[in-house]
């Protein structure tokens, strides 16, 4: 690590933090940092997944959600819920998906009410090459920048989120 990068992580480290600005609470730099390094990064892994294989973020979590449903398709209300996303937005990507013949929506198997994705053969190749630059780029990205500990204390405070917002007990 540089000593410039030392004294940002210590600062608490911002884009938008301006020379002689107080930066405010912990709290509030810690928000600040979280939220313009999740949008880096979501950037950063949107920007090479894009390139490399035509997929944004949202069409690679939809067929990774599709991929790891035991029979390869989902409700579009539960895909939606899952993605958290309006029913409207997964419609619409779904239709995205379908064109480009990844993904198919039809009648539900179960009872023929509703709809529900399909992930297609072409779709799994896609997903399949999607998913092994994903990976090496999470683990480039972020993985190996953060220690047990670190990882343990995100999982902890996310997981803790997490539910708070979803309004699921834990213990």
């Known amino acids: ?3 410039s ?8 480290w911002s884009r938008s933090a301006l020379p002689g600005r107080d930066p405010g609470d912990t709290h509030r730099r810690a928000w600040r940092a979280y ?3 999740t949008a880096l ?9 894009k390139a490399e ?3 944004h973020l949202a069409d690679y979590n939809l067929l990774l959600l599709l991929t790891e449903s035991a029979e390869g398709h989902l409700r579009m209300g539960e895909l939606a819920s899952l993605m958290v996303f309006s029913p409207s937005r997964v419609t619409y990507q779904v239709k995205v998906l379908e064109r480009q013949g990844l993904v198919l929506r039809r009648a539900c198997s179960e009872d023929g009410r509703g709809s529900e994705a ?3 053969d072409a779709g799994r190749a896609l997903f399949r090459k999607a998913a092994a630059l994903h990976s090496r780029q999470v683990r480039e990205l972020f993985l190996d920048r953060i220690d047990e ?3 343990a204390t995100l999982l902890a405070v996310f997981s803790r989120l997490g539910c708070s917002l979803e309004g699921t007990p834990r213990d």
């Open 53 to 55: 294989t035509g997929l």
């Open 5 to 12: 990068s030392v004294d940002a992580e210590a600062a608490g």
């Open 1 to 3: 690590m540089t000593s």
């Open 149 to 151: 500990e670190e990882a």
């Open 118 to 120: 399909v992930i297609t």
């Open 41 to 49: 990064l979501q950037d950063r892994l949107e920007r090479t997944l």
């Open 35 to 37: 939220f313009e390094a």
